[in-house]
């Protein structure tokens, strides 16, 4: 019964590869998002996408891409991992866009070789 | 653009006292102001929220915080600390008129209670 869900919870791969992280809820939100956080635990918004409108951060590099096929679910895709790329990555969701409560998930932990 | 500021890496405190885990933020119009907790290897977890009206806002597991528009600040406090509220505590603003900047996150605090 968790509310935000999302695999893997470890992510262990080479350089160059592509992998993705799936998340889903089951709040019944409309908005859901993507956040990473950084080896300080600095926390940052990556993505916003409800099923009008996708926010990206504009420094994100165009190597990642929000994939949502239906409001339940907003799977990250990554492709040519580099090293910068690890991370612990979080989906989160919230009723209305920027609402005022986020329900995180449990993170994704990715290492890149 | 919209920031938050948290001025302390970690904080310690022995359980049983009181808690401060300070706070400030700027924005260009009015604030909406979040804590969030995050335990160990866990998602952050909401804690409350001050959105308009009293500058006093309660919110869970004993926590409340003081909003101080004159200050730009919101510090979290509790008033008689437990050894489970060590986790690491991240303060989050966003400008009321919205904006695709969403919710920008302080670079967290992390808090230690010793028994």
């Known amino acids: 019964d968790t509310a935000v869900s999302q695999t893997p919870k470890y992510l262990v791969t080479q350089m160059g590869n592509d992998k993705s992280i799936k998340c889903e809820q089951n709040l019944g939100h409309d908005t859901m998002y993507w956040y990473k956080q950084d080896s300080k635990k600095f926390l940052k918004i990556m993505f916003s996408?409800?099923?009008?409108?996708?926010?990206i951060n504009e420094t994100v590099p165009n190597r990642f891409s929000p994939k949502s096929p239906d409001k339940a679910h907003l799977n990250l895709h990554i492709n040519s991992l580099e090293l910068g790329d690890s991370a612990v990555y979080f989906c989160a969701s919230s009723q209305g866009q920027w609402g005022e409560k986020l329900f995180f998930g449990s993170g994704t932990q990715l290492s890149v070789l | 653009a919209q920031s938050v500021a948290q001025p302390e890496d970690q904080v310690n405190v022995a359980e049983g006292n009181p808690l401060t885990v300070k706070c400030t933020y700027s924005?260009?119009?009015?604030?909406?102001l979040f804590w969030y907790v995050q335990y160990p290897n866990r998602g952050l977890q909401f804690l409350l929220k001050y959105i308009t009206g009293d500058n006093l806002v309660k919110g869970s597991y004993g926590f409340e915080a003081e909003f101080n528009k004159s200050q730009t600040s919101f510090h979290l406090k509790k008033p008689s600390a437990l050894v489970s509220d060590s986790a690491l505590y991240f303060c989050a603003v966003r400008d009321s008129g919205g904006g695709a900047d969403g919710l920008t996150f302080g670079k967290g605090t992390h808090l230690i209670i010793q028994p």
């Open positions: 924005v260009s119009g009015n604030p909406y």
């Open positions: 996408y409800n099923n009008k409108e996708l926010i």
